[in-house]
């Protein structure tokens, strides 16, 4: 049998970070108490009507964008009628046939290479509510606070081939949606969740069938789900059976997915335009201002972060991910004065430590380019030792300055004066017979122990560099 | 009496001081206690003794329809009044919120004086299909007061109201104005705000005004046509030059397409003989065609229940409306409570539109019937180049025996006249034109461009002039 | 006639009382037999008129309490159904 191959597409939904609702007045806002943000709209009381908020039109274009898709200057709403009972008027409205955005494609890095995955579509739709369960009461409870909550879905093409390339894609629309400032993302309130296809498939030969996978809660469950999924039909397939077209639900606390619906009771949706709404229209200058407000985004960062800058992966996402961390290192590699390498290690070290630690934004700090560049320079010359340019850094977030300054404040210039180093030496050889003999017998590394005690008799300020080599000149060649 | 009276007249009455609001409302609310059980026309009608209540001080305050009796079909919601749609399925329901036409009318003056009776989610054409009995027509008991505003109808032909608010979505308040001998009005689909219409089919539905005279649905309709956000598909656009229409010159379309359905003769004959008498008085007739009205019904029917399925998915007993006392779980619940909830015709509109949208019969339905639809607005387009107005009949016949069983079949098929001009989002009236042998009343059609409903008014005006008789009075 | 009355009714949420069903399913087929046959007139996408957007800021939230006087059943602030599984 030929190599098999699997075949990842993704559904993402991600709620939009409006103030009000898609269709009413009510405010976007999560954890109050239940039914308190609703009215006769959302609630879907006979009579009352939608009326489409501008913002999540916008806010789907300026996403539609950032992935590099074609915008309808004119789509339309439809109806998603079924029935449960966390939907109010027992339809969804959201976009079938002519969504805002149609195709875009974004690459992604993932294990060194740059993947293209193209983006089907992006539409609108709004959220449907949440079913309690309490122990004091043996139905379910409806809560419909989160009803009408504007949700965005960016369906992609069938174009990853792990779930390493499923989690990448993932993380990095995650940074996007952050970046453009639509989305809070935040997986434990469910405002990002998504549904993913699984087929497998002999290489050279046409897609398998694939199998959709519901109820993927966070995008690690996702990996697990798609791992589980290509593990499951390579089995199938192996023993020589065919994968049936099926949605399945994921469940992440066992690890398998069961059965939802097969091929024969798949739902059908009777799909058709909302009558009570109309066309969504955009002139052509509205969409091009909204492109306008795109900043450079992740996925740009990341490739030039890695081909330009010599960056791993990994600290590349770390400063791409987030805006305020990419924006500190552009802004300190284009003043030309320290090196690249420098001022990543810093942000991906110490600053973003510190950030998680206390969960602060950079702009709740006291840091900027400015102090950060100095440090680096003053790092790359010497004049600071890494352990005081850590305790400088700490200075600069907390309360900035001058860094020459806070460096003399703090005592951590690095002394680099040869006759200072010297005298250490010499007093170092001087009272460590022991450790010169080990070295001198060919125990190279007694020479760690020699720098240690030197270090610690100029109170750390000495440069270890130097140190270590005046020490070496002198026990070679003194014998 | 005061009941007998058009609200124009007893506006001009209020004004020279000869009654005031409060007799009016009084004598009114008597006349409509007294012939609600003859009629049925109310599924909830104010108590008589209830008039002398704080509500009708306003009565005698110089607002537009200050004393004006005004009664609303039970599809539109009012505050803290139960709007039942006719249906077990809202029968205790109490909107929070007024419809915008109803806030319009509280805001000028009116005594909404009760909510009236009709077919079940407008569902019907006889106002025999709700949970509340059939409405009567006050003309001849016997015969149903046509529907779906058949409350309405009924209550102002028969003195119980001096005006009414209907809803037509095929033509619920053209035929039983029609039946009834009263004026009624459907204006361009959009020109009235449907926030508080209880939905049956979005894209068709109207609210529509009711009363003894043109100039009494031209009262109402300058009260309520105002522009509301609430509805994204309200437009409120007048096209308000040149908008008299002067009887010399005026060219009336008949539509060969009409000529051809068949109506009862004495229907055509009162029809043509309201044509003649425009005719002689200077109008231009000339006939015009418009090839997919012969399709209008069947797609009428596919869209208008494909829309109410949707539209009335939502009552699964959970947030309002009824429940079912006994159930396995929560699918039986759903099934059992809409099951009991519904009426026939109501479940049969149900089934058809979820028929007309499911996979693998859309394509051949539902989307063919959006085609016609576009195709028969088009036609229209070019038809209102060469005329003003069209004149057609309202219903094929001039009385609907109550109790009389049609299949359904034979029932949509008489929708012809009314429901082209829904489809095609029209304004049209129905203006009483004449009596058959039985002295049940007919109604001329007249149809108008897409928001020339000014222009429309102002023909059907003329032509109650030149018609002169006083067709209003039960 | 190919569709299934009860397929149908199961995706609209009713029950067809037995005792009635026959006649009802005679005169739904003689419905849908109505409906047939329409012409095709080409099958392009349906555009509705454009309309009018809302801005993004608070309106009047209704009290729970008022919205759900009209429930069958509100207990801890919710509405109920009998005990679901979620999907």
Redo the contacts between chains.
């Keep these: 049998m030929a190599e098999l191959e699997s075949v990842i597409g993704l559904e993402v939904h991600a709620e939009l970070s409006?103030?009000?609702k898609i269709f009413?007045?009510?405010?976007n806002v999560f954890g109050e108490?239940?039914?308190?943000?609703?009215?006769?709209v959302c609630?879907?009381?006979?009579?009352?009507?939608?009326?489409?908020?501008?913002?999540?039109?916008d806010y789907a274009v300026k996403i539609g964008h950032a992935l590099n898709c074609h915008i309808n200057p004119?789509s339309?709403m439809d109806?998603k009628?079924y029935?449960?009972?966390d939907l109010?008027?027992?339809?969804q409205i959201s976009q079938s046939?002519?969504p805002i955005c149609g195709k875009g494609s974004i690459d992604i890095i993932s294990d060194g290479k740059i993947r293209t995955v193209g983006i089907t579509r992006i539409h609108i739709e709004e959220d449907a509510g949440k079913?309690?369960?309490?122990d004091?009461?043996?139905?379910?409870?409806?809560?419909?606070n989160r009803c009408g909550v504007p949700l965005i879905e960016i369906v992609t093409e069938p174009d990853m081939r792990s779930s390493a390339e499923a989690h990448a894609f993932l993380e990095l629309i995650r940074s996007i949606l952050r970046y453009i400032d639509i989305s809070d993302c935040k997986m434990q309130e469910g405002s990002i969740r998504c549904d993913v296809n699984v087929s497998v498939h002999e290489k050279g030969s046409p897609y398998g069938e694939r199998c959709e996978l519901?109820?993927v809660n966070s995008f690690s469950a996702a990996v697990r789900g798609i791992e589980y999924e290509i593990k499951r039909q390579t089995g199938i397939i192996s023993s020589g059976g065919t994968v049936e077209r099926e949605t399945r639900?994921w469940d992440d606390k066992k690890g398998i997915s069961t059965l939802?619906r097969n091929k024969e009771n798949a739902q059908?949706y009777?799909?058709?335009?909302e009558?009570?709404?109309?066309?969504?229209?955009f002139d052509e200058e509205h969409i091009k201002r909204l492109k306008e407000e795109i900043p450079e985004l992740p996925d740009r960062k990341m490739i030039r972060y890695v081909k330009d800058h010599g960056m791993k992966e990994a600290e590349a996402f770390v400063i791409a991910d987030s805006r305020e961390k990419s924006r500190l290192y552009d802004e300190c590699v284009s003043t030309g004065r320290c090196q690249q390498k420098t001022a990543a290690n810093f942000i991906v070290g110490e600053i973003t430590k510190y950030m998680n630690d206390t969960g602060k934004s950079l702009s709740e700090t006291a840091l900027n380019a400015e102090g950060l560049v100095s440090l680096c320079v003053a790092y790359e010359k010497g004049t600071v030792s890494s352990s005081g340019a850590k305790k400088v850094l700490g200075e600069l977030i907390e309360h900035g300055g001058n860094v020459d300054d806070i460096i003399n404040d703090l005592g951590v210039a690095q002394n680099s004066d040869a006759a200072f180093i010297d005298s250490l030496a010499e007093e170092v050889i001087a009272a460590n017979e022991r450790s010169v003999k080990d070295y001198r017998n060919g125990k190279k590394n007694a020479i760690g122990h020699l720098v240690g005690q030197a270090m610690k008799l100029s109170m750390g300020r000495a440069d270890p560099q130097m140190l270590r080599k005046a020490l070496e000149n002198k026990l070679d060649t003194e014998e | 009496m005061l009941w007998e009276y058009t609200a124009t007249e007893l506006i001009g009455m209020l004004h020279r001081k000869e009654c005031s609001g409060k007799e009016i409302i009084n004598d009114v609310s008597i006349r409509a206690n007294d012939v609600q059980p003859l009629y049925n026309s109310y599924i909830t009608l104010r108590s008589a003794a209830d008039t002398a209540s704080d509500t009708i001080c306003k009565a005698d305050e110089c607002m537009t329809l200050s004393g004006i009796p005004v009664a609303v079909k039970d599809n539109i919601s009012t505050k803290g009044i139960r709007t039942t749609c006719a249906s077990r399925m809202l029968s205790d329901y109490v909107p929070p919120y007024d419809a915008f036409a109803v806030e319009r009318l509280r805001l000028a003056g009116a005594y909404i004086i009760g909510k009236t009776n009709m077919d079940e989610f407008a569902m019907g054409s006889a106002s025999d299909t709700g949970f509340f009995g059939a409405v009567r027509n006050p003309l001849d008991m016997d015969y149903s007061a046509g529907g779906s505003s058949g409350g309405s109808a009924a209550a102002v032909a028969g003195g119980a109201a001096v005006l009414a608010l209907g809803t037509d979505t095929g033509g619920s308040v053209r035929q039983p104005a029609s039946l009834c001998g009263i004026a009624g009005f459907c204006p361009s689909y959009g020109a009235v705000s449907r926030y508080g219409l209880i939905s049956f089919a979005s894209s068709l539905d109207r609210i529509g005004f009711m009363g003894r005279s043109v100039s009494d649905l031209k009262l109402l309709y300058n009260i309520i046509n105002v522009r509301d956000s609430q509805d994204v598909t309200n437009f409120s656009k007048k096209n308000s030059a040149e908008e008299n229409a002067d009887i010399k010159g005026l060219r009336i379309g008949i539509v060969k397409e009409f000529s051809a359905a068949s109506a009862d003769s004495d229907v055509t004959a009162a029809v043509n003989a309201g044509i003649k008498l425009m005719e002689l008085s200077g109008a231009v007739i000339k006939s015009v065609s418009v090839p997919s009205v012969s399709l209008a019904v069947k797609a009428y029917y596919i869209i208008s229940s494909a829309e109410a399925a949707s539209n009335l998915a939502r009552y699964d007993g959970v947030r309002y409306g009824h429940r079912a006392e006994n159930f396995k779980d929560l699918r039986d619940m759903f099934v059992r409570s809409r099951s009991e909830g519904f009426g026939e015709e109501v479940k049969r509109r149900i089934m058809l539109g979820t028929f007309v949208l499911s996979e693998g019969y859309a394509e051949s339905y539902y989307k063919r019937a959006m085609a016609v639809r576009r195709q028969l607005c088009t036609e229209f387009d070019e038809v209102f180049r060469e005329c003003d107005i069209i004149a057609a009949p309202v219903y094929p016949c001039a009385g609907i025996r109550l109790g009389e069983k049609t299949s359904s079949v034979k029932r949509y098929a008489a929708d012809i006249f009314t429901v082209p001009s829904s489809m095609a989002g029209l304004p049209a009236v129905s203006v009483p034109c004449g009596k058959n042998s039985k002295g049940l009343p007919i109604g001329l059609q007249l149809i108008g461009g897409r928001y020339h409903d000014d222009r429309l008014l102002e023909a059907a005006e003329i032509f109650e002039i030149l018609r002169g008789d006083d067709y209003g009075r039960a | 006639m190919e569709y299934s009355i009860k397929k149908i009714a199961e995706l609209a949420c009713l029950d067809i009382d037995p005792v009635h069903y026959e006649e009802f399913a005679a005169d739904f087929d003689e419905i849908v037999e109505m409906m047939s046959e329409l012409p095709e007139y080409g099958c392009n996408d349906h555009i509705p008129e454009p309309m009018e957007l809302r801005d993004d800021a608070a309106g009047n939230t209704g009290c729970a309490e008022e919205l759900s006087k009209n429930a069958p059943e509100f207990v801890n602030g919710c509405f109920t159904v009998p005990r679901t599984v979620e999907y």
């Design positions: 409006t103030s009000t009413c007045g009510c405010r108490a239940p039914n308190t943000q609703v009215c006769p609630l879907g009381l006979p009579g009352t009507l939608p009326r489409l908020n501008r913002k999540v039109c004119v339309r109806r009628n029935f449960y009972p109010p008027k027992a339809y046939d002519i079913l309690l369960h309490d004091g009461y043996d139905g379910t409870l409806c809560d419909y519901k109820n639900r939802m059908d009777r799909f058709f335009p009558p009570d709404l109309g066309a969504v229209v």
